[in-house]
């Protein structure tokens, strides 16, 4: 199953400073596949950001996951930073952490976190 994106912001928040206007202009949700015992229609959407270099590089593609309590946007101004090095960087919400969707999710273990954070079609 290919995940499907979508544009997560389509209107801005006043109270966000420019980094993060930035940050939140890059969000998309992504449906990613995880088993029916997680959710019944075999998918849950997440939350990533990309900031993509502005020339090729051979350089890995580098995945930023935050930590409990949190959200994608902690990387708001490192993602720039790392995308200007030449660095292709995705900053991915955990299920049940930042903007990823919980609804109709049968297992919040930390399984289900796994199954969902670990996807390979970025």
Known sequence: MR???QKLFRITPLF???PSLDAASRMERMSVPVSKEVHPDGEVGISMIRWKPAKRSSKVPLILVH???SSC???RRLGPK???RG????????????FSDLRGTIDGTPR??????FVSDF
């Open 73 to 75: 946007l902690e990387y």
């Open 67 to 69: 930590g409990f309590d």
């Open 112 to 117: 289900t976190m796994r199954e969902t954070t």
């Open 87 to 98: 660095i292709d960087t995705y900053a991915v919400d955990i299920l049940g952490w930042g």
């Open 3 to 5: 995940s499907s994106r």
């Open 16 to 18: 966000l400073s420019q």
């Open 82 to 84: 790392l995308a200007a």
